[in-house]
């Protein structure tokens, strides 16, 4: 039981310490991509650091919502690394304490509370870029649920780690089209969530046209550093569902040993930059949608999610 304990507390110390690394992987080999010198893989780190070191203002006006949320967009994620597969293919202490439905919804009350923090600043921009998300996030929840739904026909279960080792076994159950048809439908989910092109510009900064980024508007200091760092581990936990159940569970470790949990975290971070470099191509050769054209674009990851259900359904 302390071993386990132990390995769950290496995973989270590898989500919080790596997540900040793959946001400024992605931000520098976008910028690469596009002919820019780009900042370095390591500012992310600066940022958060810089942020911590700010004085904090907070409006008279806002409630005890506004306070707590950085907390809830932070801790949020963290309780998902307790149930998903980031290091381990074998279950750990907490991994049967919720499925892969109880940790959307633990991420879903982050976005919650961030949503409702933005319209009590005050701000006029924060209401409007939670009414965005507030829409993107009404489309991409019927997208989580049918994939869930799909890969529990496969594994009867929804625990990550049952999960993972029924979807990937034989081998030719991974060229089925379900399940290629559940990755297409969650890696465009991941665009949705993370606030990626073609859904949102990262790294657009105009009010009016912001959507994901406009609900920290009015946070500084350790807030600010707060969202920050919890919405890259978010990212970082995402990629690990993707990667570690549904695509493969190449890298993880087998042993119940110290030294092969240690030796998966390079594994794991080869494996995410394999699919960081697949999302910089993405964006790299698609524009931001129009707001209106966002509604489509989640439109066709639900019928596609629906499509592989269908198709493991007449299997």
């Known amino acids: 039981m302390l ?10 110390l590898v989500v919080m310490g790596f997540s900040p690394l793959i946001q400024g992987v992605l931000t520098r080999l976008k910028e690469r991509v596009q002919s820019k010198r780009g900042p370095s893989i390591f500012q992310p780190y600066r940022d958060i650091w ?20 950085p907390y809830v967009a932070f801790v949020a994620p963290i309780f998902v690394t307790l149930l998903i597969p980031v290091l381990t293919d074998y279950p750990l202490f907490f991994a ?18 961030i949503t409702l923090a933005a319209v009590d600043s005050g701000n006029p ?7 965005r998300t507030r829409m993107v996030g009404f489309l991409a929840e019927p997208v989580f649920m049918i994939v869930f739904f799909t890969v529990s026909f496969v594994a009867g279960s929804t625990i990550p780690y049952i999960v993972q080792k029924a979807w990937v076994t034989p081998v030719t159950d991974f060229l089925a089209p379900a399940h290629l048809l559940v990755i297409l439908a969650f ?8 606030g990626r092109i073609p859904v949102d510009n990262p790294s657009g900064h105009f009010e009016l046209a912001m959507i994901d980024e ?8 350790r807030g ?5 760092w919890g919405g890259a581990m978010k990212f970082f936990v995402l990629l690990c569902i993707f990667l570690n159940v549904l695509v493969a569970p190449w890298g993880l470790a087998h042993e119940k040993t110290l030294y092969a949990v240690l030796f998966a975290i390079p594994l794991i971070l ?21 707001l209106f054209r966002i509604t489509d674009f989640l439109v066709s990851a639900f019928v596609t999610s629906v499509a592989a259900m269908i198709s493991q359904i007449v299997r």
């Open 96 to 113: 049967f304490m919720g499925d892969m439905l109880g940790g959307g919804f633990i991420l879903a009350l982050g976005g919650f509370f």
């Open 224 to 228: 600010a550093a707060l969202m920050k």
């Open 270 to 290: 080869l494996k995410m930059l394999g699919f960081v470099i697949i999302l910089v191509i993405i964006e790299s050769s698609l524009s931001k949608l129009r």
């Open 50 to 69: 810089k942020l911590f070191h700010k004085d904090e203002v907070v409006s008279d006006k806002s409630s005890w919502v506004f306070r707590v949320t």
């Open 187 to 194: 890696v465009m989910l991941i665009l949705a969530e993370a």
């Open 214 to 221: 406009s609900k920290f508007l009015e946070y500084s200091g």
């Open 125 to 131: 921009y924060g209401p409007m870029g939670a009414s």
């Open 3 to 12: 071993q386990k304990i132990a390995f769950n507390v290496i995973q989270v």
